[in-house]
């Protein structure tokens, strides 16, 4: 990495290519540390299901491997990246979902969104969150203070009792809450 200045910001391993930061731009290196794709971005994920969410103009798009747009920029914000085939994107003030065709999967109406695992995604909506399916159904209603993305089918839930328990993927408090802490 020698003549490179600024941070190296190491990411998920998709096509061999990791973000880096020289002199205020972001653009991505090989392995062996070889610039790939030039920096040019105010802002870049690492790459995720092939592609990596960028930030050019203030908008954000994804580019593949090779540095091409394949989603112009044209979003106020994107989560990390792709995930399950979607990726969570802001227009507006509100999140929704688009596959990687650019196409509305899941329409802008939440107040946030996080990434899918599991088949759900962890949503908030009226200031609480809740979990929805690949469809957009609200599965696990948005009532809790807190709700960790699934992992094995369950998440944990924060109730009004400031208390986590377990809900299951069809909304039902799977483990009754009984803990200050869960993950």
């Known amino acids: 990495l020698a003549g490179m200045t600024g941070g ?6 998709g096509p061999g290519l990791f973000v880096f930061f020289p002199d205020n731009k972001f653009g991505f290196i090989d392995k062996q540390g070889n610039e790939a794709i030039q920096p040019q ?6 790459f995720s299901e092939g592609l990596a969410a960028v930030s050019k103009g203030g908008k954000w798009g994804f580019i593949d491997h090779t540095g091409k747009m394949i989603i112009q920029p044209g979003f106020a914000d994107v ?3 792709f995930f399950e085939g979607l990726a ?4 507006g003030e509100r999140w929704g979902y688009i596959n990687k065709s650019c196409n509305i999967v899941i329409a ?3 107040e946030e969104a996080g990434i899918f695992a599991n088949g759900m995604a962890v949503v908030v909506a009226g200031g609480k969150k809740g979990a929805v399916n690949k469809t957009g159904a609200m599965v696990v209603q ?4 807190d709700l960790s993305v699934f992992f094995q ?17 069809s ?3 799977a483990i009754k809450p009984a803990y200050h802490e869960a993950y």
């Open 142 to 145: 948005a009532k809790y203070s």
């Open 108 to 110: 802008a109406r939440y």
């Open 153 to 169: 089918g369950m998440a944990a839930a924060n109730t009004a009792g400031g208390v986590y328990g377990y809900v299951d993927k």
């Open 171 to 173: 909304g039902k408090m």
């Open 88 to 91: 969570a994107v802001k227009t």
């Open 79 to 81: 989560s990390i990246g």
């Open 8 to 13: 190296l910001l190491l990411g998920e391993e």
């Open 41 to 46: 971005y105010e802002r870049a994920h690492p």
